[in-house]
């Protein structure tokens, strides 16, 4: 499985931004997705999560209410929009996915597939 993400960029404080991220390779083994981000200096941590169904999706507090992740194209592609964007939010966005029914947001290795990153600037 190799999952490309795409979408990142620089903008203003409360502007928007979509990421993508595509999986191919064996995708149909693949149940839950997500986003993780990290800043320098700073460990990776978990932002979002989808099952493979996709009604189903968990949300750091942090971006709870201004990020929305949602999956398309048989389950084989994952976005996030980014709302509301703050200079926080700033930082290199990586999808994952893994066999798993959920995301492993406690130990981010632990998940089988990374994307390559992405990167998200946010100015004032």
């Known amino acids: 499985v190799q999952l490309q993400a795409s979408g990142g960029g620089s903008v203003q404080a409360a502007e928007s931004l979509r990421l993508s991220c595509a999986a191919s390779?064996?995708?149909?083994?693949?149940?839950?997705m997500g986003w993780f981000r990290q800043a320098p200096g700073e460990e990776r941590e978990w932002v979002a999560s989808?099952?493979?169904?996709?009604?189903?999706?968990y949300y750091a507090d942090s971006v709870k209410g201004r990020f929305t992740i949602s999956r398309a194209n048989a389950g084989n592609t994952v976005y996030l929009q980014m709302s509301s964007l703050k200079p926080e939010d700033t930082a290199v966005y990586y999808c994952?996915?893994?066999?798993?029914?959920?995301?492993?947001?406690?130990?981010?290795?632990?998940?089988?597939?990374w994307g390559q990153g992405t990167e998200v600037t946010v100015s004032s």
């Open positions: 994952a996915a893994t066999h798993s029914a959920s995301i492993n947001v406690v130990n981010p290795f632990f998940n089988e597939y």
């Open positions: 989808i099952d493979r169904s996709g009604h189903n999706e």
């Open positions: 390779g064996r995708a149909s083994s693949i149940y839950a």
